[in-house]
Protein backbone atom coordinates (compact mmCIF):
# COMPACT_ATOMS: atom_id res chain seq x y z
CA UNK A 1 0.00 0.00 0.00
CA UNK A 2 1.24 3.39 -0.57
CA UNK A 3 -0.25 6.87 1.03
CA UNK A 4 -0.67 10.28 0.76
CA UNK A 5 -0.47 12.69 3.57
CA UNK A 6 -1.36 16.26 3.35
CA UNK A 7 -1.10 18.19 6.52
CA UNK A 8 -2.53 22.01 6.53
CA UNK A 9 -1.98 24.49 8.91
CA UNK A 10 -4.63 26.15 10.24
CA UNK A 11 -6.26 28.94 8.13
CA UNK A 12 -7.56 31.97 8.68
CA UNK A 13 -11.06 31.63 8.60
CA UNK A 14 -11.49 27.59 9.84
CA UNK A 15 -15.29 27.49 9.17
CA UNK A 16 -14.58 28.99 6.05
CA UNK A 17 -12.09 26.08 5.15
CA UNK A 18 -14.36 23.03 6.64
CA UNK A 19 -17.10 24.32 4.84
CA UNK A 20 -15.38 24.07 1.77
CA UNK A 21 -12.91 21.30 2.71
CA UNK A 22 -15.47 18.73 3.52
CA UNK A 23 -18.57 20.08 1.11
CA UNK A 24 -16.11 20.56 -1.82
CA UNK A 25 -12.81 18.93 -1.85
CA UNK A 26 -13.50 15.70 -0.15
CA UNK A 27 -16.10 14.98 -2.86
CA UNK A 28 -13.88 15.42 -5.21
CA UNK A 29 -10.87 13.91 -4.22
CA UNK A 30 -12.54 10.59 -3.16
CA UNK A 31 -13.58 10.41 -6.92
CA UNK A 32 -9.73 10.08 -7.14
CA UNK A 33 -8.79 6.91 -9.54
CA UNK A 34 -7.53 4.09 -7.50
CA UNK A 35 -8.05 6.07 -4.07
CA UNK A 36 -8.73 2.65 -1.84
CA UNK A 37 -9.61 5.04 1.39
CA UNK A 38 -9.62 8.92 2.29
CA UNK A 39 -9.16 9.65 6.40
CA UNK A 40 -8.87 12.75 8.30
CA UNK A 41 -7.73 13.99 11.40
CA UNK A 42 -10.10 14.48 13.91
CA UNK A 43 -9.54 16.38 17.10
CA UNK A 44 -6.46 18.21 18.11
CA UNK A 45 -3.14 17.67 16.33
CA UNK A 46 0.24 17.64 18.54
CA UNK A 47 3.49 18.44 17.53
CA UNK A 48 6.28 17.23 19.95
CA UNK A 49 8.99 18.66 17.57
CA UNK A 50 7.36 21.99 17.84
CA UNK A 51 6.54 22.30 14.23
CA UNK A 52 3.96 25.26 13.05
CA UNK A 53 0.56 24.64 14.15
CA UNK A 54 -0.92 21.86 12.15
CA UNK A 55 -5.20 22.35 11.45
CA UNK A 56 -5.90 19.24 9.66
CA UNK A 57 -4.15 15.93 8.44
CA UNK A 58 -5.67 13.88 5.40
CA UNK A 59 -4.05 10.80 4.89
CA UNK A 60 -4.78 8.74 1.18
CA UNK A 61 -4.71 5.20 0.42
CA UNK A 62 -3.18 3.86 -2.96
CA UNK A 63 -2.27 0.53 -3.86
CA UNK A 64 1.58 2.22 -4.81
CA UNK A 65 3.29 5.35 -5.51
CA UNK A 66 2.96 4.86 -9.34
CA UNK A 67 -0.65 4.60 -8.41
CA UNK A 68 -0.61 7.78 -6.56
CA UNK A 69 1.70 9.70 -9.33
CA UNK A 70 -0.43 8.22 -12.04
CA UNK A 71 -3.47 10.67 -10.45
CA UNK A 72 -1.69 13.68 -10.80
CA UNK A 73 -2.15 14.57 -14.73
CA UNK A 74 -5.95 13.04 -15.02
CA UNK A 75 -8.67 15.49 -15.03
CA UNK A 76 -9.59 14.47 -11.51
CA UNK A 77 -6.26 14.93 -10.30
CA UNK A 78 -5.69 18.11 -12.00
CA UNK A 79 -9.32 19.49 -10.22
CA UNK A 80 -8.18 18.64 -6.96
CA UNK A 81 -4.84 20.86 -7.46
CA UNK A 82 -6.54 23.72 -8.64
CA UNK A 83 -9.25 23.05 -5.45
CA UNK A 84 -6.34 22.85 -3.30
CA UNK A 85 -5.28 26.43 -4.23
CA UNK A 86 -8.25 27.43 -3.41
CA UNK A 87 -7.82 26.16 0.39
CA UNK A 88 -4.62 27.24 0.46
CA UNK A 89 -3.15 29.39 -1.69
CA UNK A 90 0.24 29.72 -0.17
CA UNK A 91 2.30 26.42 -0.68
CA UNK A 92 3.49 27.26 2.73
CA UNK A 93 0.38 26.35 4.37
CA UNK A 94 0.55 22.54 3.12
CA UNK A 95 2.82 19.95 3.14
CA UNK A 96 2.57 16.80 1.01
CA UNK A 97 4.23 13.66 1.27
CA UNK A 98 3.98 10.39 -0.84
CA UNK A 99 5.24 6.76 0.55
CA UNK A 100 5.06 3.28 0.14
CA UNK A 101 4.53 1.73 3.66
CA UNK A 102 5.10 -1.81 4.55
CA UNK A 103 4.22 -3.82 8.01
CA UNK A 104 7.10 -4.96 9.88
Known sequence: MARMVVICRTPKDIAAFDKHY???HVPLAKKLPGLRKYEVS???????????ESYLIATLHFDSSPAIKEVFPTARG???????????????????FLFDNQEV
Open 78 to 96: QACAADRRLLAPDDADVQM
Open 42 to 52: KGSIVSLAGAP
Open 22 to 24: FEV
